[in-house]
């Protein structure tokens, strides 16, 4: 691919705090970078960019880091529009409701899961996110959970196993002997598709006991941890997430003293979901809690069909702002590098040489607009590994 060089950009978000203004978000004012097949090669002031094959005029617009979904439960067919409307008329959100996508996703053909899935990367692709986790979970046999990754694989970065998601309804009576399919047959059928395993460890779902089970053997079949954590209420997810080193306790909205200063001393990211606050009207995580203690701190969509149907990462980050007490530079870094951090990845989240280049362009000159205007498409340009796409 020919070399670019985007010009004449008003504040590049960088998220290196060796360059530019020096804050975690390493701001360089009056910038350019410079694309080299799917790698940034330069950073810096606009008046100092070196030539390229092509360039690109920002028109005094602001770029930062393509977003980092770090959570989303794309693997789904079917829709809860009615089971929506009945809870935002009264009746509160359990985790049993999971259920009523998994009759539909066992329904639905190979074909049917990839389209879904593709239809949903392609709408957040759209809005600048450039990185995609995703889950299986709505499967709940061996065949289906392991035909939900076959189809996702080489779709997008990362997937993982969530077979652990609930319990379903054939093993109502039998919790023990889900886990035991869970840890053996389809543990064995899914690994080869994925990174991660991922448990839900809730009240109606998976207890602390069952949650280390299913974790540990994921961990010996190569795979690295991450945990559904304290959404619903208080509960000994978060704590078992960072004891044995998870990548990321996900929800975190329900903490205890002990759990925060555990996240604060672990190595264990904090991904906040405000989707699911918002599409549920629980309480918000308290964000500015988490950061003034120290925690690393990830904001991600969570995006399913039931408790958080969205894949804007830029109305999750305006939800962070207003509601959950972090200040726009803060959401900025929890959207992008932290979603790396919850992933494990340093390709991805900052714009500096070496890193992919995955960038988004703002049609606006700073990118506080995303929390300072809501719910407007404010997407001009994505590059996603150096390629526009949009």
Known sequence: MPSTVLTRISGLVTNDPSQGDGSPL????????VIDGDRVVWTGE??????????????????LPGFVDSHSHLLFAGDRTEEFNARMSGRAYTAGGIRTTVTATRAATDEQLAAGLVRHLDEALRQGTTTFETKSGYGLTVADEARALRVAAGLTDELTFLGAH?????????????????????????APYVRWIDVFCERGAFDGDQARAVLTAGRAKG????VHANQLGPGPG?????????????HCTHLTDADVEALATGNTVATLLPGAEFSTRAVWPDARRLLDAGATVALSTDCNPGSSYTSSMAFCLALAVRDMGMTPDEAIWSATAGGAAALRRRDVGRIAPGARADLLLLDAP???????????????????????VV
């Open 166 to 190: 609930v319990v379903p309804p054939e093993y109502t009576d039998d919790p023990a002997g889900y886990v035991a399919l869970v840890t053996g047959p389809m543990l064995d059928a899914c």
């Open 223 to 226: 795979l690295e941890l991450r």
């Open 366 to 388: 700073s990118h506080v607009h995303l929390a300072y205007r809501p719910g407007v498409p404010l997407a001009a340009g994505v590059w996603r590994r150096g390629v526009r």
């Open 46 to 63: 606009s008046h100092a960019a070196p030539a390229a094959d092509r360039a690109v005029d920002a028109g005094g617009r602001a770029v």
């Open 26 to 33: 390493g701001l360089i004012r009056n910038a350019a970078v």
């Open 238 to 250: 978060v704590r078992l997430a960072v004891e044995l080193d998870a990548a990321s306790a996900d």
